[in-house]
């Protein structure tokens, strides 16, 4: 069984680019979310993707977007990027929209300068 | 906004010794879930406890949840420095697609 990763590892971006993250979901997971962790901080939910389409969002600007795949992989898109993006994103994949437990990947740390 | 709240932010304890967390929140819930991160990295599943359950155990971990008070327990026992983590409580609200997470406890397990 293949775990979740996410790629890139580290990032550092200027303010006002635009950036794109990417996460493989669990083998056998049609459910992926993604979430913003800031410095001390406990994990905040962005949004979450169910065979495709987007099944709920957090309190999180439009410029913050997504795709999910049919191989159920994902993308986090964000743009007009601003200094308090700075964070450490995290995505988590589960194996359907109703089941709770969800498999995290290690995380992608943004800098945004 | 987060739904938890973690008591206390931060824990020192020897090896050997219990460490207990405690986590409250605000609104109705179906699940309430244990998380533990390593390091600024991802999360790991500890245990989930249902809204109609008390007390769940696994292996050196027992949650307790009351939903009079709107607040769950995690108690490790026999603590070892490999615990040293940070742990979130997280929930899942009644209908909701969202899990909700508290700021977390950092637990630090002295050798």
């Known amino acids: 069984e293949t775990g979740v990763t996410q790629s890139p590892t580290h990032l550092i971006k200027t303010r006002g680019q635009q950036v794109t993250l990417r996460c493989s979901s669990q083998?056998?997971?049609?459910?992926v979310s993604w979430y913003q962790q800031a410095l001390g901080q406990g994990p905040q939910f962005i949004f979450q993707?169910?065979?495709?389409?987007?099944?709920g969002r957090g309190n999180f600007p439009p410029r913050f977007s997504g795709l999910q795949f049919p191989n159920y992989s994902s993308e986090l898109n964000v743009n007009a990027l601003e200094l308090d993006d700075s964070a450490l994103y995290l995505c988590?994949?589960?194996?359907?929209?109703?089941?709770?437990?969800?498999?995290f990947g290690p995380g992608t740390r943004l800098t945004v300068t | 906004s987060q739904q938890g709240e973690e008591d206390p932010q931060a824990l020192s304890i020897q090896e050997g010794e219990n460490a207990t967390m405690n986590c409250s929140y605000k609104?109705?819930?179906?699940?309430l879930q244990w998380y533990r991160q390593n390091s600024g990295r991802g999360l790991v599943h500890l245990i989930l406890?249902?809204?109609?359950?008390r007390e769940k155990h696994s292996g050196r971990l027992r949650v307790t949840l009351d939903t009079s008070k709107k607040s769950s327990s995690l108690l490790i026992t026999a603590s070892r420095a490999a615990d040293t983590a940070s742990y979130f409580c997280?929930?899942?609200?009644?209908?909701?697609?969202?899990?909700?997470f508290g700021a977390g406890t950092r637990l630090f397990v002295k050798a």
């Open positions: 988590a994949s589960s194996k359907d929209r109703g089941a709770y437990e969800q498999y």
């Open positions: 083998s056998g997971h049609n459910t």
């Open positions: 993707y169910y065979r495709e389409e987007e099944n």
């Open positions: 609104t109705s819930i179906n699940n």
């Open positions: 406890i249902r809204s109609n359950e």
């Open positions: 997280a929930t899942d609200q009644p209908g909701g697609f969202k899990t909700i």
